[in-house]
């Protein structure tokens, strides 16, 4: 492909990435999982390091299992929070700022899928289009978007791919580089190592072995730096917040095939790749062109079951965002079919185009998504979050059944309840009560039994707001997100206590 063209059409998908990731960031308020995001960052800017406890209120969703001495923080890695308050100390805090720097990190990640497509597939063209389906991927879009480390695990997993590919090739520093991003990629979210270390191993053992002591070494070293970390994020019990509450490993591995299918490759397309791989097969006696071909197709397909596997180990339920590192390397393998159809034969290239169209203007939400950030949202938390600020005070006590991290962010009261297994007494006279109409787990339920008959509601008048009482503010999960407010859904209550 002529180099000015792919420059043209490359700054094109830059340009829409940068439009789809960051128009009406702020918009909508931070769910819950965001807001743990933001409220532990913001300890940083107080403590030095981030905490669970701010003084006032406690940050736990795990009934303070994720919690170390003295409320240190050591649920999840510290680098997406130390961003995160850098950007507040720069920027001050907000919703959108709280989001800026993971869209910024999923553009970058746009970028970033192209200049790896290009260097291990050899092919402009193919990069531009994984570069191109990454950019209108609503999976990918709704996830950079969110303030949790998702686009962060994204970069730095695509980062060292990228400095793997050098290293293959002997390029001078690209074990030093290899090093950092794997590095960071810990720091931003630990499990990945897991995902890419054995992806890496299983790679160079296979098709280059003569580069297996030189990888070893440096990965090597990332965990022996890394070691203590690894020892303290290890002794966590997770136990305390689930119990046996897991679903069976069989169950998940259905569950992340159909999430994947549903969010990234659809059916169709599937369906594409497997006639493709016999018309191939039957018209050139093979399914790959040479050993090269497979050595590069291989590194894909490893990083995406080692990302299943890995999941399947460490996580209670296979949520799909655990998988998002894999986002980008699905979309460069799909990339790989378009390219292939478009090259073996004119027919295969009509339906790949039609279905490209297709795929992506209705069932992958694109037009809705680009509704909801064109539009305004209205969610619960919205809701509760502006009527305690504008009806309550600093000293106020607020107990809520779940949705209690977005409260600790934008008020400043004393909230109680949620998710933090903290003692429910100061409840009892608490001077505003939230009682959510959905309950999203067992610690949540046992919040709202104790509210239900521990509070004298004779001495307390309902408020209906004309906010929907929906399950979350909104997810970050495909099949569950909302892009459009909410309207049928019963009216948020808050009850005020009666002086």
């Known amino acids: 492909m002529n180099r000015i063209l792919a420059n043209i059409i490359l700054l094109a998908i830059m340009c829409i990435a940068f439009f789809l990731l960051l128009a009406n960031l702020g918009n909508q308020y931070l769910w819950q999982d965001e807001a743990e995001t933001a409220v532990v960052s913001k300890t940083i800017l107080q403590y030095g390091v981030p905490h669970g406890y701010d003084g006032k209120n406690f940050f736990s969703q795990e009934l303070g299992s994720d919690l170390g001495k003295n409320y240190v923080w050591r649920r999840l890695m510290w680098l997406p929070y130390y961003t995160v308050s850098g950007f507040y100390g720069i920027f001050g805090t907000s919703t959108f700022v709280s989001r800026l720097p993971f869209a910024l990190f999923g553009i970058a990640s746009v970028y970033l899928t192209y200049l790896f497509a290009a260097k291990w597939r050899q092919s402009k063209r193919i990069a531009l289009i994984a570069a191109g389906l990454l950019t209108v991927c609503v999976a990918f ?16 997993s695509l980062l060292s791919l990228y400095f793997y590919a050098l290293l293959l090739e002997k390029k001078k520093y690209s074990n030093i580089l290899l090093f950092f991003s794997s590095m960071l990629l810990f720091h931003s979210q630990h499990i990945y190592i897991g995902i890419l270390f054995p992806t890496l191993l299983l790679h160079t053992y296979i098709f280059h072995r003569d580069k297996l002591k030189s990888l070893s070494k440096v990965l090597g070293l990332v965990l022996l730096i890394n070691s203590p970390w690894i020892i303290w994020l290890i002794g966590i019990d997770f136990s305390i917040a689930y119990g046996r509450n897991v679903m069976p490993l069989g169950m998940s591995i259905v569950r992340m095939i159909a999430d994947i299918v549903h969010c990234v490759v659809p059916p169709m397309f599937i369906l594409l790749a497997v006639i493709l791989l016999i018309f191939r097969a039957a018209k050139y006696k093979k399914l790959f062109a040479d050993r090269k071909s497979l050595e590069r197709l291989s590194l894909l397909i490893f990083f995406v079951i080692f990302n299943m596997i ?50 992506q203007a209705g069932t992958s939400k694109l037009r809705d998504y680009l509704y909801e950030i064109t539009h305004d949202f209205d969610g619960p938390i919205e809701g509760i979050c502006k009527f305690l600020n504008e009806h309550g005070s600093a000293d106020d006590v607020v107990a809520i059944t779940y949705g209690d991290m977005p409260l600790k962010f934008y008020t400043k009261m004393r909230i109680v309840g949620g998710l933090t297994g903290e003692k429910l007494e100061p409840a009892r006279n608490a001077k505003w009560v939230v009682m959510r109409k959905y309950g999203n787990s067992d610690k949540d339920k046992k919040v709202k039994l104790f509210l239900q008959r521990n509070v004298d509601y004779t001495k307390y008048r309902p408020i209906t707001i004309d906010y929907p009482d929906t399950p979350f503010e909104n997810r970050e999960y495909l099949g569950e997100h909302y892009f459009r407010t909410q309207n049928h859904e019963d009216r948020v209550v808050i009850y005020e206590r009666i002086n």
């Open 310 to 359: 890995v999941i399947v180990i460490v996580s209670p339920f296979p949520f799909f965002r655990y998988m998002s590192a894999s986002i980008p390397i699905l979309i460069i393998i799909f990339a790989l079919i378009v390219d292939a159809a478009i090259s073996t034969n004119f027919i295969f290239a009509a339906a790949a185009i039609v279905l490209l169209i297709w795929t």
């Open 141 to 156: 879009l709704i996830l950079a978007r969110q303030c949790r480390y998702y686009s962060m695990g994204i970069f730095f």
